[in-house]
């Protein structure tokens, strides 16, 4: 929770909401840090699933990137999360890299 805090208090970082009639069916967390875009917790309801949500998510995120001047978007996603040809058909592809972190303030 907060990392959607921070998100929504940053001047390069928000949330993407995506609403359905029964409520939030999906989010995306977009940031910007003057280089690139990056995309995290792309995330649907499972209910929602199959009905384009996340694709419409990464569009809106990538639109909102494109609007910052960002010319490429790094797209995270955890190691054992099983989305590789999901993001694949989208047209994102592993590019060999891999990030590390450090917390500096405590998790």
Same mark, same amino acid.
């Given at each position: 929770m907060a990392d959607i805090h921070r998100a929504l208090d940053g001047r390069t970082s928000t949330v993407l909401v995506h609403r359905s009639g029964t409520g939030v069916a999906g989010t995306v967390m977009v940031g910007y840090d003057g280089h690139r875009g990056w995309v995290y !917790?792309?995330?649907?309801?499972r209910a929602d699933r199959g009905r384009g949500?996340?694709?419409a998510l990464l569009t809106a995120?990538?639109?909102?990137?494109?609007?910052?001047g960002a010319v490429k978007v790094q797209l995270m996603?955890?190691?054992?999360?099983?989305?590789?040809?999901?993001?694949?058909?989208?047209? !994102?592809?592993?590019v060999g890299a891999t990030t590390y972190g450090k917390w500096l303030t405590g998790p």
């Open positions: !917790y792309v995330a649907v309801r949500i996340g694709r995120a990538e639109d909102w990137l494109r609007e910052r996603v955890r190691h054992g999360n099983d989305v590789g040809a999901y993001y694949e058909q989208l047209g !994102y592809a592993d």
